[in-house]
């Protein structure tokens, strides 16, 4: 079957760094997608996987090991604004399917 | 150039009533796609379409609900006689055509349906 998994909640210090991992069942790999969401607002992409390793863009990295099912998103020097659900999402066919999110809380 | 653009931003109707849903890809793109997002709950994919085409709709409930993407014009989602539980945010997305592979989806900011 298609499934992924993420933690539902993670709660960090401004300043500090996060690893929000997603954990996913699927045939036919085809790469994953880590997107970000304000509450109310829409999926914004943030960064596209599909070799093993980590891929950095700025302050956000994403990591992924196909053996294992298993990528994770890490964000460092966390401001307040990165406050938002996190969802990662493998393609497909034509279409996405998406983990239930990680909700980020950044505490001053 | 404008995003994906969908009105409207916030519905409200009556159970029983039809809720019409509007999306506009962004420029360039030609391939439309609509997801459900419950309170509390990650985004579930209904609907892909192309130009008059519906490519895949297996995510969408089958009945009462329908989506279209005409030649010219918005792309529309349809809930006929809309009960509670289609109380939710609905998100288009769209991306660009003729690209072998995985590629990102664009959103837009969604309309948010309340059935009162």
């Known amino acids: 079957g298609q499934n992924i998994d993420q933690p539902t909640e993670m709660t960090a210090t401004e300043g500090a760094i996060v690893q929000i991992n997603c954990t996913y069942q699927?045939?036919?790999?085809?790469?994953l997608f880590w997107y970000q969401q304000h509450a109310g607002e829409a999926p914004t992409f943030l960064s596209y996987?599909?070799?093993?390793g980590l891929e950095e863009k700025g302050r956000f990295s994403s990591f992924l090991s196909r053996s294992k099912g298993y990528s994770y998103l890490l964000l460092k020097e966390l401001q307040m604004k990165d406050s938002a659900s996190y969802l990662c999402?493998?393609?497909?066919?034509?279409?996405?399917?998406f983990g239930p999110g990680t909700r980020l809380s950044v505490l001053p | 150039n404008a995003g994906v653009m969908q009105n409207p931003r916030h519905l409200v109707r009556r159970r029983g009533q039809e809720a019409r849903l509007r999306c506009s890809p962004m420029k360039g793109h030609s391939h439309v796609y609509w997801y459900r997002q419950l309170p509390e709950e990650g985004l579930k994919f209904m609907v892909y379409?192309?130009?008059?085409?519906?490519?895949?709709e297996s995510g969408m409930p089958k009945e009462r609900f329908s989506a279209e993407f005409p030649k010219e014009g918005p792309s529309i989602l349809r809930i006929q006689q809309v009960v509670r539980g289609d109380s939710a945010a609905y998100f288009c997305?769209?991306?660009?055509?003729?690209?072998?592979?995985?590629?990102?989806?664009?959103f837009g900011p969604g309309t948010r349906l309340t059935v009162t």
């Open positions: 699927t045939s036919g790999f085809n790469g």
């Open positions: 997305a769209s991306s660009p055509q003729d690209r072998e592979g995985p590629y990102e989806q664009y």
């Open positions: 999402a493998f393609p497909r066919g034509q279409n996405f399917v």
């Open positions: 379409l192309q130009k008059e085409n519906i490519i895949d």
């Open positions: 996987n599909v070799l093993d």
